[in-house]
């Protein structure tokens, strides 16, 4: 009796197959979006690719942003028209997880 009230307790997990072609795709598609959004210089449309509830870090240790932060930063820095911000990537690495809901991207540039 004990082992079938144990083995009925357990969740009867399903796993679904992850296309993480079309997920490395996905994610290309949102990296080259802010990359054409911060060579425009369009802070909205790069504001709008972050999440509310981020936390972002800057190259100093104390620079730890949320969205609303960094998104004046960023206006800031991009209304001086004397700066150009224009970058190209020259890698772009991307793993997915294996449950396919999160992945990492690396860019050098």
């Given at each position: 009796?004990?082992?079938?009230?144990?083995?009925?307790?357990?969740?009867?997990?399903?796993?679904?197959?992850?296309?993480?072609?079309?997920?490395?795709?996905?994610v290309?598609t949102?990296?080259?979006?802010?990359?054409?959004?911060?060579?425009?210089?369009?802070?909205?449309?790069?504001?709008?690719?972050?999440?509310?509830?981020?936390?972002?870090c800057?190259?100093?240790?104390?620079?730890?942003?949320?969205?609303?932060?960094?998104?004046?930063?960023?206006?800031?820095?991009?209304?001086?028209?004397?700066?150009?911000?224009?970058?190209?990537?020259?890698?772009?690495?991307?793993?997915?997880?294996?449950?396919?809901?999160?992945?990492?991207?690396?860019?050098?540039?």
């Open positions: 009796m004990a082992v079938m009230i144990i083995t009925a307790c357990h969740p009867k997990t399903k796993t679904v197959p992850v296309d993480t072609a079309a997920a490395k795709i996905a290309t949102l990296l080259d979006k802010y990359n054409s959004a911060w060579n425009a210089k369009d802070v909205s449309i790069m504001t709008a690719l972050l999440t509310d509830d981020g936390l972002f800057g190259t100093d240790p104390s620079e730890l942003m949320d969205k609303k932060t960094l998104s004046a930063g960023w206006r800031q820095a991009m209304s001086d028209t004397s700066m150009d911000f224009n970058y190209s990537i020259d890698k772009r690495e991307i793993r997915i997880a294996a449950d396919g809901n999160s992945a990492i991207a690396l860019e050098q540039f």
